[in-house]
């Protein structure tokens, strides 16, 4: 167990829909970071929020949004769904800052199928 | 931005023997270099890592080789077995304080009995 938690692990939804995926990221992680794996491929990095704020974003397709809460979890939003969006959405966090070792601690994924 | 490349995408191994897979980065300024196993369905865990200040580091059967100047690094797992078989993922990032890391697009590799 990462301590990372991902909610929901499975989610079945038609194109043109809109969804929520949820991360709680370990105790006192600052950083959360949002990673998309599609079929057979490799870990495409979205977006990394830290302390609330955004810090750093990649490929995040403009139909998708996240944000990190004053609790520290975080939500990735996906609207107007498309086939090709199911994938497997990884939540990682990390310490960050002075005493962070770098390492990621991935949740165990959301796994969205947009039929 | 970073771009991480990595060789080759599939490894097939007779059980005992080593494995090697490479990888390249692009930016010079990063300086952190994990590698991430992940067993089917499940989620990525780090196995190693090894910082620039570092040419080589060894954890048991497994280590990690870096040549910053060439800005490639390797990872080398000797007498495999069974449990090694998943797919393995390089990284790369600026820093251990928290920047992004960019991924290998993964091996898969598959140690038969």
């Known amino acids: 167990d990462s301590g990372v938690t991902q909610t929901p692990k499975h989610l079945i939804t038609a194109t043109g829909q809109r969804v929520t995926l949820r991360c709680s990221p370990r105790?006192?992680?600052?950083?959360v970071y949002w990673y998309q794996q599609s079929l057979d491929q490799g870990l495409q990095f979205l977006i990394q929020?830290?302390?609330?704020?955004?810090?750093a974003k990649g490929n995040i397709l403009e139909r998708f949004s996240a944000q990190q809460f004053p609790d520290l979890h975080s939500e990735l939003n996906l609207s107007s769904l498309e086939l090709g969006d199911s994938a497997l959405y990884f939540c990682?966090?990390?310490?960050?800052?002075?005493?962070?070792?770098?390492?990621?601690?991935f949740g165990e994924g959301s796994r969205l199928t947009v039929l | 931005g970073e771009n991480v490349e990595q060789h080759p995408s599939t490894l097939s191994v007779q059980e005992g023997d080593s494995a090697v897979i490479k990888c390249t980065y692009s930016?010079?300024?990063?300086?952190?270099f994990p590698w991430y196993k992940q067993e089917l369905g499940k989620r990525p865990q780090l196995i190693i890592d090894?910082?620039?200040?570092?040419g080589e580091k060894k954890d048991q059967r497994i280590a990690v080789t870096l040549n910053k100047t060439a800005k490639h690094f390797s990872l080398h797992i000797t007498e495999t077995q069974p449990e090694d078989s998943a797919v393995y993922f390089c990284?790369?990032?600026?820093?251990?304080?928290?920047?992004?890391?960019?991924f290998g697009e993964g091996t898969q590799l598959t140690v038969n009995p």
């Open positions: 990682a966090s990390s310490v960050s800052g002075r005493g962070g070792t770098g390492e990621l601690f």
């Open positions: 105790s006192g992680d600052l950083s």
């Open positions: 929020y830290y302390n609330g704020e955004e810090r």
């Open positions: 930016d010079s300024a990063s300086n952190y």
């Open positions: 090894i910082r620039s200040n570092v």
């Open positions: 990284a790369a990032s600026k820093s251990t304080s928290g920047s992004r890391l960019t």
